[in-house]
């Protein structure tokens, strides 16, 4: 439901006045400094009522702080207008990230309610924020006169990277537009709230049941416990469900014998969220015509081109002519793996052409055919805690940080774990990490890292130091098994865990740079290059171990897994490529009205020449990364841009050693603790010695000999 900004600030004018009835029997945390280690939220302190109490004191304290900006009678220097605006907002750094990770990990009715009026007036703040005549007026002298004032280079681009922020949001507008700007974003913000609730309600609402056994051939034995136990919790006990969170959906895609069961899950799951009651493409549309009313008024032909202004890439143009590149050649691969797919179908005498739905179980056989191993067997070695370990080796050989359990911090669900890391040399704290891994329904798809708290140097040198966590949705733990990693999942925690380093070993000395403050298509390098030591046998040897019998990973194994390193690459990267350029697509439009979204789709695989027997890897209803937030819109370009530079970079420690002290050192310092404080292409010719090329990339999926 549309909500007014006065109808959001009356409901919490209201909560404020209960909350202060009650404040002898609950005190609002948020409202200042959590007693706790390291500034770990004290989650078992906050209530529901809590939180836009807390968003209203911070969005008064904010404003406060801004007016001592503004009202400051001295010339605008760094200190008193850039440093102090980023120190501004101490309330609502508390507030808002707590409330945005439990909104998404570990939501609920009352959260998504309270969802429908924070973000609104948050997203307002912001708006009266970033258009703040005065302010801007602070930070456009410092822009105009930033050669001449002896900036550190840091702080030079502090200050460039600030003017066009207040730029792209409306600080040069006309007062009318400037309140049409606001009204746009506060339908956004309604927006992508209805288009997030849809899709996890749709989500959670589909289930296939199976009442007989010899439906299950060819599933895990794992994938078949956690069906039985889903089915126990929903009234079904002596049957199997399977729903589309990705522990569940992709095993029966994988190997599910039963061709009718893959169909089932394989629509559900690509037509999730496209009709009732839960149907988002009414609210794509939407997006779409605010979105493009927004470029408009922000001087852009499109909102592609808004986008991709301030980020590496600097235009749709850069960012399409790239993906071409990966393109044409895993198209390619398509086709010799549908070859060797059918091949194998006919050999068995099923009499079938290879569907959509067929895909990920033939690329199983196949594999099995040309390299001998299968992966339900290989899970084995992977079970979660297993492969905790293996990250966090990594991270200690690597840039020489420790891990320890924090068995009583503070904790969002039961199932999290907190760790304090430390330099394994001195024992100086560096952060706070948190882990939640295991799928359930109060938690969106997919996995992510945030943080609770961000990192910042004071000018006395002192260093506050960030609280960071990971999310995931693996398969469950079962009482009879622990939870066993696909090889995707594996390497989805590697993933994670490089967002996770990145925010954890910071040194940047400013909020606005430190961690992931980086371009959109730079901050996926620390993550994607993590990857590459999943496989790697000099790592997979200290932490694959057998959940049964702790046996290492045999070498026969592993040289298995490596001969199969790029199978099914053609796949992988058709659907990530296309998804991109599907998303460049909706940037280039400016709808005035309504378009057919499913068409619009069909449109484009057919110009791209789409192979019919995959699809997008997230078709437009619940492509949450570019409609459930504008975070990745026109950029989910960004995971193939930074491979790129992953590939190219993981060459260097192919060639030095993947543990080779003096590369880590020199990732360390300049790609992990540098932040947004330099140009990421200058941060990665530093550490690299040269610009890359798409080149590493091809070689590392296999897709050119």
Known sequence: MKHSLTTALLATALAVGTSCTQQKMHDN?????????????????????????????????????????????????????????????????????????????????????????????????????????????????LYDHRDSLGLASDQLLAVEKMYKDFTRNGALLADADKEQLKAINSELADLYLKFNKNLLNATNAFSVVIDKEEDLAGLPESTIAVAAEEAEKRGEKGKWVFTLHAPSRLPVLQFAQNRDLRRRIYEGYTTQATDGENNNLPVINKILQARAKKAKLLGFKDYGSYMTDNVMAGSVDAAESLLMQIWTPAVAKVKEEVAEMQAVADEEGAGVKIEPYDYYYYAE??????????????????????????IFAMAERLYGIKFTEMTDAPKYYDEVNVYDVTDAETGEHVAVFMTDYFTRASKRQGAWM????????????????????????????TAELPSLLTLDEVETMFHEFGHGLHGMLTRARYKMQAGTNVDRDFVELPSQIHEHWAMEPELLRTYARHYKTGEVIPDELIEKLQAASTHNQGFATAELAGAALLDLQYGKLNPDADIDVLEFEKQVADKLGMPAELTFRYRSPY???????????????TYLWAEVLDSDGFELFKEKGIFDPETARSFKTNILEAGGSADPMELYVRFRGHKPSVDALLRNRGLVK
């Open 365 to 390: 056989k196949v594999r099995q055919k040309k390299y001998d191993f299968d992966e339900s067997q290989v899970s084995a070695y992977f079970a979660a805690d297993s492969v905790r370990n293996g």
């Open 623 to 637: 492509f949450k990364h570019i409609f459930g937030s504008d975070g990745y819109a026109s950029g989910y370009y």
């Open 29 to 141: 945390p948020f409202l200042a400094e959590y007693d706790t280690p390291y500034g770990i939220p004290p989650f078992d302190q906050i209530a529901y009522e809590d939180y836009l109490p807390a968003l209203q004191a911070g969005i008064e304290q904010q404003n406060e702080e801004i007016k001592a900006i503004t009202e400051n009678d001295s010339t605008p220097t760094f200190d008193n207008t850039i440093l102090a605006l980023d120190r501004t907002g101490a309330i609502l750094e508390r507030v808002v990230p707590v409330f945005a990770a439990l909104e998404e990990s570990n939501s609920s009715p009352e959260m998504m309610e309270i969802a429908e009026q924070f973000y609104p007036l948050y997203q307002a703040h912001s708006d009266e924020m970033m258009m703040n005549d005065k302010l801007f007026g602070r930070v456009k002298y």
């Open 450 to 477: 945030s943080e609770f708290k961000g990192s910042w140097t004071e000018p006395d040198g002192t260093s506050s130091r960030p609280v960071v966590f990971n999310v995931g949705n693996f398969t469950r733990p």
